[in-house]
Antibody
Framework: QMKLVESGGGVVQPGRSLRLSCAAS????????MHWVRQAPGKGLEWVAVISYDGNKKYYADSVKGRFTISRDNSKNTLHLQMNSLRPEDAAIYYCARDYSNFYYGMDVWGQGTTVTVSS | DIQMTQSPSSLSASVGDTVTITCRASQTISTYLNWYQQKPGKAPKLLIY???TLHSGVPSRFSGSGSGKDFTLTISSLQPEDLATYYCQQSYTSPEMFTFGPGTKVEIK
């Protein structure tokens, strides 16, 4: 079955960096755009970034633009999120999700999430 | 930027009731509107895309409607397993921006 498994979360000090990964299986990873979505404790969902199937197009939420970088390795069926200059407000559960169809029809496969805590 | 609002922010209903959640966009988004269900402690699940198309495997008691700025998610015959927070999300400005609504928490009386 289609599966996404995130890893790389943890506790990090403000200003430091962290790299999240998302391992995909059960579908043709190289054919699908992929998203990162986060959820701060007790809060709603916030879209973070999306990358096209081939990695050539990348888009970011204003809140992370210039600090976060989304990337993918289609040979390893893996999605990444490099997070630099982390702030307390970046603390959240980070989910990777598959784009259902051409960016318009939502996200149909989600991982279980990985937790990022930003604290001194 | 397109802002999404949802009402109510929470509701409590009995098993078997019909529940309606409203989502409004700050500008017209045609039918580029998706709905998700997030159960406590779990990842979200796609329920409905393109405003009214039921995603595969989603029970038929869920339905969506609307276009332009105003959309509704209806749960007919509410079940105990429908306890969750429901989010709308616009994809009109994709791929540059995707915006979620603030969520509606559905509780069972």
């Amino acid at each position: 079955q289609m599966k996404l498994v995130e890893s790389g979360g943890g506790v990090v000090q403000p200003g430091r960096s962290l790299r999240l990964s998302c391992a995909a299986s059960g579908f043709t990873f190289s054919s699908d755009a992929m998203h990162w979505v986060r959820q701060a404790p007790g809060k709603g969902l916030e879209w973070v970034a999306v990358i096209s199937y081939d990695g050539n197009k990348k888009y970011y939420a204003d809140s992370v633009k210039g600090r976060f970088t989304i990337s993918r390795d289609n040979s390893k069926n893996t999605l990444h999120l490099q997070m630099n200059s982390l702030r307390p407000e970046d603390a959240a559960i980070y989910y990777c999700a598959r784009d259902y169809s051409n960016f318009y029809y939502g996200m149909d496969v989600w991982g279980q999430g990985t937790t990022v805590t930003v604290s001194s | 930027d397109i802002q999404m609002t949802q009402s109510p922010s929470s509701l409590s209903a009995s098993v078997g009731d019909t529940v309606t959640i409203t989502c409004r966009a700050s500008q017209t988004i045609s039918t580029y509107l998706n709905w998700y269900q997030q159960k406590p402690g779990k990842a979200p699940k796609l329920l409905i895309y393109a405003a009214s198309t039921l995603h595969s495997g989603v029970p038929s008691r869920f339905s969506g409607s609307g276009s332009g700025k105003d959309f509704t998610l209806t749960i007919s015959s509410l079940q105990p397993e429908d306890l969750a927070t429901y989010y709308c999300q616009q994809s009109y400005t994709s791929p540059e921006m995707f915006t979620f609504g603030p969520g509606t928490k559905v509780e069972i009386k």
